[in-house]
């Protein structure tokens, strides 16, 4: 299993960023996806799932009408549109393989003026 994120970065609060995942090794289409996150000094968290063919999503509360995700299984790619970020958003984004899965190796994004 290999999950490369990419996309983060330096971003000013209220900027967009989108992040990708690219998946090989197993059976992308077949697996719901993950993204999770790492604030510094914090435990991990779920940020969002989707379903196999991207019919069940779910956002953390803290989150919802903020970030999108979406996957394309002929890509083998997973997003996370991420709008209005905020100060609090800071933090290494991972996709995962399922709820428990393998992870990537993340990617950062920030979040400052």
């Known amino acids: 299993v290999q999950l490369v994120e990419s996309g983060g970065g330096l971003v000013q609060p209220g900027g967009s960023l989108r992040l990708s995942c690219t998946a090989s090794g197993f059976t992308f289409r077949s697996y719901f996806m993950t993204w999770v996150r790492q604030a510094p000094g914090k435990e991990l968290e779920c940020v969002s799932g989707?379903?196999?063919?991207?019919?069940?999503?779910r956002y953390a509360d803290s989150l919802k009408g903020r970030f999108s995700i979406s996957r394309d299984n002929a890509k083998n790619t997973l997003y996370l549109q991420m709008n209005n970020l905020k100060h609090e958003d800071t933090a290494v984004y991972y996709c995962q393989q399922g709820a428990m899965g393998s992870r990537g190796q993340g990617t950062l994004v920030t979040v400052s003026s």
């Open positions: 989707i379903n196999s063919s991207g019919g069940i999503i």
